[in-house]
């Protein structure tokens, strides 16, 4: 018999949303496998998910985006340091496409590597466009009298993030 | 668009960081282990490298017990080989101990040796060696015993001897052939 | 008496400039030991010295940061019974395209989430059964306290 842990559940039926399943991963384990076990837990397991999507009664959610090359870690009320110009003015709110996971204290979704846009939906608000603290480049060369020195600060922009919502229901 | 509501910081935070940073006691069974790599699981435990948090600025190593530390095992012919120096400062002074002469005088000498070098060579070397706690036999003083909360996954599995298994055991087990009773060994 | 231009002001040398010029320096030197923090020649020799090492600091902070993240994945990987490469080959294989900086966080952050993740790279169908780790059974209590 299959044993399924809630995580691997979880796991599988995270990766529903992008690509279907294989059963290799039980070819591995070798052991006997009831064929509609697999289909009626990722079909619990889902129910549970929507179910909890639909009536709003899930914790708090948190995303991972990705954005200007580097990931972040967001929830709700965050403020976020993009180290970047964003050509977008100060107090308009941007959607943020690019989302690798989203999850809540009992389901996760995982992007393959992104998750569905129509999904997941971030929204976030540009509050500062500003520069990081000045540090100082010292270029020096021994006995060759070469000394250098230049000065720079990293351009920020500072994001909040207006919250996180689920659109649909995950398998859709 | 809904916003998702605030969860509001609990109430034990200041509890849960301390227990977040709060030591943990391990224990080890050296048992037919090899002590240069047993050395290396214990010192990484040692510093901490086992948690999510480990930071190698922050102090967060555990206290590793290890009992059973006079039946370790060490490869090859090393027990004959394997040298510790010492030398006094004055002249002539320099002895060379084999390891089992050291492990004879103190039978948890070389496991603790190898920890040592195990160990990062930084000013929180002695600090953690301190939270090393070498026993030889199985046998632990209750106010330690107490705090112990999990044990190390031995490196390799202890084998069974001959002595070990049971006459009966020894009696059924399958056999391909007799000696003839003119065969001497 | 000739009166200068402002571009060529910086010609005359005044005792106000000499001044100056050292206040700038003892600024920053002032947190130095001994002679370095007082004495103008030592201290702007430190200085030197201490803006270069700042220079090679920054670059080696990104390394030694990328290493603490792998300690701490690697750390919460091996509770679960799954080793780094593995767990990373893994997720590699499975297209999930998380960072060393996300994974550490969700490592002691998410330990649900985290675990979901060991646990998609440890069916991963790809990989080498030789790899495939077991769960730590002889251990009591892990470390990771969290979620059981």
Known sequence: ?172 | MRLTPLLRRSLSASVDQKLTFARLWAVFDAKHQNPFNSAELIANVLQGKDKPLYHYHTDCGDHVVVINCKDISLPWYEWKYRMYYHHTDYAGGASWTAAWEMHDKNPTKVLEKAVYRALPGDLTRRLRMSRLHLYADDSIPDEIKENITRQLRQLRKVPRKLDDIPEDERRSFPKLFDFPENHTL | MVTLTSVLAHWVKTPANRYWKRRRVFIESGHFYGRSRNCYAIAIRRLEKAWTNAKHGRADLKKTTSQTWQSRISASTESLGLNYFPFAHGLAHQQVALGKKVLADLAWSEPRSFRSLVELARNDACKDPAHIGEPNENVILGSEGVDK
Not at chain 1, 60 to 72: E, N, P
């Open chain 1, 1 to 172: 018999m299959l044993r399924v842990l809630p995580s691997v559940a979880r796991s599988l039926a995270s990766s529903l949303s992008v690509r279907p399943l294989t059963s290799k991963a039980q070819a591995v384990t070798g052991e006997i496998v009831d064929q509609n076990r697999e289909s009626r837990v990722i079909k619990t397991v889902l129910g549970a998910v929507n179910d909890q999507i639909e009536k709003g009664t899930h914790s708090r959610l948190f995303a991972v985006i990705y954005l200007h090359g580097k990931q972040f870690k967001v929830t709700a009320e965050d403020i976020i340091a993009v180290n970047t110009v964003m050509p977008v003015g100060i107090g308009e709110t941007i959607r943020l496409n690019k989302i690798l996971l989203a999850a809540s204290t009992d389901f996760t979704l995982i992007g393959r590597p992104l998750l569905d846009q129509d999904l997941v939906r971030v929204y976030a608000t540009v509050i500062e466009r500003t520069l990081g603290h000045e540090y100082r480049i010292f270029k020096f060369r021994q006995r060759t009298r070469y000394q250098r020195s230049y000065f720079y600060r990293q351009n920020y922009t500072m994001l909040r993030i207006n919250g996180i919502e689920i659109a649909r229901p995950i398998d859709q």
